[in-house]
């Protein structure tokens, strides 16, 4: 995200602790929380070093819900803040992050108009 626009939505009202500069990595730790995976864990561990122990802001009103884990194609979440939004996470394989979220993952689907790949 070092390349996007400070106009952009994704950007505006972060967490203290999150710039454009670590907002992937912060993202990709919030979705990748309850994994037990091991890139999963790297991430969560490279989040808590660069971010802190709160990485996911819990205490800046981030809340992380629907979280799951499709075996063999990666995790998805919802990271909501009040006054940032609400914002659908996926980390994992290319087919799986660029598909809509809630869509069977054997139909192919493109994501709704407006929505932007977060992380890959």
């Not at 626009?5 to 602790?17: A, G, R, V």
């Not at 992937?24 to 790297?42: F, K, T």
């Amino acid at each position: 995200m070092d390349n996007a626009k400070d106009e952009e939505p994704i950007l505006q009202n972060l967490p203290l602790s999150i710039d454009k500069h670590n907002l992937c990595l912060w993202l990709a730790a919030c979705a990748e929380m309850s994994s037990e995976h091991p890139l999963g864990q790297a991430i969560v561990n490279g989040a808590r070093t660069i971010i802190g122990m709160d990485y996911t802001c819990s205490k800046d009103g981030v809340k992380v819900s629907q979280c799951s884990v499709i075996p063999g194609k990666g995790v998805e979440a919802l990271v909501f803040r009040e006054g940032w939004g609400k914002w659908w996470v996926r980390v994992g394989k290319g087919t799986f992050v660029n598909a809509a979220p809630g869509v069977p993952l054997d139909e192919e689907s493109e994501l709704p108009n407006g929505s932007r790949q977060v992380y890959r």
